[in-house]
Structure formats: structure tokens, C-alpha cells
């Protein structure tokens, strides 16, 4: 009897060892399936703080910040968040080249681009992400396509409509001062003066930005191919030498007499594009060059200026052309950034048709896109203006190596500006650096 009672005790403390090593073990499953769905969720967070790098230029995003306001929508809806490193126009170019051959370049990253310059700027082959197979890149207007395609493939999404440049022009001063919207350079230079002596500076320079001086030269390049029909090709095929296009001079010559005559102001030297607005909505200024959204962009900040601003051509060499700019600040993804599908992702995004509504009604600069989808919305002025105008292609699109030079041509304006170099001396290093570009490129026609 108590042999059995023994082996009774004995056995129910295997029972509770039983169940205790079961409960352990039921213990340790469930410990294990806590762990693993622990580390998921570390990597679902993980996923969420990913950050995708996006560099520029400063006028490669609009100023309004609307590029900035949709990737902050975006990194709500995803988690993603978008780094936005924004550097001088000046400087943009070749800190983008020397962090592409470096490996060290963003996951996005802004460019203008252009068919004759696209593969010297950034070698889309080797360092750019084939966006052909996306469905947005079907809905782009073709002159957009054209400009970020190379070897037949489309590596960039761009938004802007081709780029418009004029005086744009306070009516309020002109009117009190009875001037009208001068046609020639003699017009031109009347109406300055008549603005100086007003003890107003008459035309915002922003000779730091480097860019900005080039404008009057390049963008009137559709003129000098009306003087001279077949210019452009002579120059592309190097049947001429462009520093014996003798309207580049006279343009060159006369945009000195207006820093001479003191038009620019007393520190354009010193000015920044960035500063346009603030001196143009203050009463600073009476003119500017900008694009043809100018005016309703700083409406917003100077509600006076609403219906206050108008537009001229560059009458600079007596000019009565319009100069189109198809090209435009495009968006590429780094090939070998560790993030392309998230790039993939942000892309597309932007490229929703509400996105595309959203940005053109939150940004004034761009009242156009060029997704046909889009329905522009410039003012019945400003269309009417346009519309009266003949248009070519500006000379930085339509002839091969001066884009790649626009801000050592900006650089070279400057230096005449300080007595440091005459048109002349212009001319001949915008000369030089094509031929220097081509050997480069191993074009044919420079052989």
C-alpha cells in the first residue's frame, strides 16, 4: 500500500513537470511569434523612414515651394520623406557632375535639360534610371519628351511648359512717368532714363545668379536666325564661327551702355534672382526679366501689384522675335541610388492627375504644364500678347554648345560689366569653349 501511494505521488509529479515543460514550451512558441512579428514590424518602420535625397539648382524648383508642399503629401501618404538640397544656380552644374562621377550624387535630382546637352550634362546611359516603361511618361507633351530622351529612351519628368522671358514691367510707374512698352533699343534706353532721373532703378540685374545676365543674349537668338536664315544650322555644322554673328555684338554692346548708364541700379553686382520680387513688389525696381507667371506670382505677397504688371519683349538689338525655351528643369533618378523604387513611387505620385492640378493651381509661375490633361490658365492679356508675337527657338536649344557654357557666359557679361573684358572677348570664349566641346564629343563637323 504504500509502494502505491509512492508511485501515485511520483506520478503526479510527472504530470505537473509534463505540464509545466508543455506550458514552456506553449511559452517559447509564443515568445517566437512575438519576436517575429516584432522584427516585421521594425522593418515596416524601417521602410517608413526611408529618405530620398532630391537636389537642385534654386530655379530648378519653383519658388513657391509647391514641389516641397506635394512631397510633404507624399511623405504623409507613404512614410517616405523627401530631402530637398537646394544650391546656387552658379554653382549647381558642376557640383552635380562631380558628385555623378564621384558615385556620391542624390536619389533625384533636378537638370535642365535639352536634347543637344542632356548626355554631357549627366550621361543618362550610366547614371539615370529608364523611366520608358512608365505609364505618366505617356502622358507628357512630346516637346517635354524630346528633351529628357536619349538613344530612345525617356530618363526624366519635367512639368514646366516651355520657357517665355520678357520685361515684365510696374504699369503704375509707367503710366505715372507716361511711358509705354519701348519696341526698339532706343525706346528702351529712353524709358530708363526717363525712370532713373525718377530716382527709380529702372531694370533688376541679379549678376550673382550668373544665368540671369545671359538671358538677354540667348533668348534673342531667334532674332539673329531671322537676320541671317540658316544661321543656327551653319553654326551646328561649324560653317560659321559664332563670334562673327555680329548681333551677338551689338546686343553684348548695348547691355554694357546700360550698366555704364547706371540703369542696373547701384549693387546689381551683388543681387540675386531671389531678390526680384521683394525689389519689384517695393516699388524698388520698374522692370525685371521673368517669365510671363511673374506677375501673378508676386501678387500674392503685394496684393497692389494684382493687374499692375505687363510684359515686353527683350528689345535688346531691336528684337521683335519671342524666344522659346522647350526645354525645362527635369527630375532624374539616380540609377544607383538604394532607393530607386521609392523614387519610382514619388514620381509617379507627382505625376497623378490631381497632383498635376494641384501643382499648377498652387504655384503662379507655372500657369501651364506641359501635360495636355492640364488646362492652362493665363490671362486673356497676357495670351493675347503672345499670340501677336513670332516666336523661334532660343539660341541656347537651338545650337549646340552654349547651354553647357550659359553661366560662364553669365560669368564673362560680369566681368565686362567691371571693365574686365569687352563683347569682342565674349565672343571669342563662347568660340573657344564650342570648340572645346565638341573636340570633347568627338563632333564630326570640328574634325
Not at 538613344?151 to 517665355?164: M, N, Q, S, T, W
Not at 506670382?297 to 504688371?309: D, F, K, T
Not at 501651364?368 to 523661334?392: F, K, M, R, V
Amino acid at each position: 500500500m504504500k509502494k502505491n501511494k509512492q508511485v501515485l505521488k511520483k506520478s503526479k509529479l510527472l504530470q505537473k513537470a509534463a505540464i509545466c515543460m508543455a506550458a514552456a514550451i506553449a511559452i517559447g512558441s509564443l515568445s517566437g511569434c512575438g519576436s517575429s512579428q516584432g522584427e516585421e514590424n521594425v522593418k515596416d518602420a524601417e521602410a517608413k523612414r526611408v529618405t530620398l535625397t532630391f537636389g537642385s539648382h534654386q530655379s530648378g524648383l519653383p519658388s513657391c515651394g509647391v514641389v516641397q508642399e506635394l512631397a510633404k503629401q507624399y511623405e504623409e501618404k507613404t512614410g517616405v520623406k523627401v530631402d530637398f538640397q537646394i544650391s546656387p544656380d552658379a554653382q549647381w552644374r558642376d557640383l552635380l557632375k562631380v558628385k555623378l562621377d564621384s558615385g556620391e550624387a542624390p536619389d533625384i535630382f533636378c537638370v535642365d535639360a535639352d536634347p543637344l546637352s542632356l548626355y554631357a550634362r549627366i550621361r543618362p546611359d550610366e547614371n539615370v534610371v529608364d523611366l520608358s516603361g512608365e505609364e505618366f511618361v505617356g502622358r507628357m507633351a512630346d516637346y517635354a519628351k524630346e528633351c529628357v530622351t536619349y538613344d530612345g529612351k525617356v530618363y526624366g519628368i519635367r512639368f514646366a511648359e516651355p520657357k517665355l522671358n520678357f520685361y515684365n514691367y510696374n504699369k503704375k510707374i509707367f503710366a505715372e512717368l507716361n511711358l509705354k512698352p519701348p519696341t526698339t533699343y532706343e525706346e528702351f534706353k529712353e524709358v530708363c532714363q526717363t525712370i532713373k532721373d525718377a530716382g527709380i532703378t529702372p531694370i533688376f540685374e541679379a549678376t550673382q545668379s550668373a544665368w540671369h545676365q545671359a538671358v538677354p543674349l540667348c533668348v534673342t537668338g531667334g532674332y539673329y536666325e531671322r537676320l541671317e536664315p540658316g544661321l543656327y544650322d551653319a553654326l551646328n555644322n561649324n560653317e560659321k564661327d559664332i563670334k562673327d554673328v555680329d548681333m551677338m555684338v551689338t546686343v553684348l554692346e548695348q547691355m554694357n551702355e546700360f550698366a555704364e548708364l547706371g540703369f542696373y541700379g547701384e549693387d546689381y553686382l551683388s543681387n540675386t534672382a531671389e531678390s526680384d520680387k521683394t525689389e519689384f513688389g517695393e516699388g524698388r525696381v520698374a522692370m525685371t526679366i521673368a517669365s510671363q507667371g511673374f506677375g501673378s506670382s508676386i501678387a500674392e505677397n503685394y496684393p497692389e501689384m494684382e493687374g499692375n504688371v505687363g510684359i515686353f519683349l527683350i528689345p535688346f538689338g531691336d528684337s521683335n522675335v519671342l524666344g522659346i525655351n522647350a526645354s525645362s528643369a527635369a527630375y532624374f533618378i539616380n540609377s544607383k541610388s538604394e532607393h530607386v523604387e521609392e523614387a519610382l513611387e514619388f514620381f509617379r505620385f507627382l505625376a497623378q492627375p490631381d497632383n498635376l492640378q494641384y501643382r499648377q493651381d498652387n504655384n503662379p509661375e507655372e500657369m501651364g504644364l506641359c501635360w495636355p490633361e492640364i488646362t492652362p490658365e493665363y490671362p486673356a492679356e497676357i495670351n493675347e500678347y503672345i499670340n501677336s508675337l513670332d516666336a523661334e527657338t532660343v539660341l541656347q536649344v537651338g545650337v549646340k554648345y552654349i547651354d553647357p557654357q550659359f553661366m560662364d557666359i553669365g560669368k564673362d557679361i560680369e566681368a565686362m560689366y567691371t571693365g574686365a573684358m569687352t563683347p569682342e572677348q565674349i565672343m571669342e570664349n563662347i568660340s573657344q569653349r564650342r570648340a572645346e566641346q565638341a573636340k570633347l564629343q568627338k563632333d564630326e563637323a570640328w574634325e
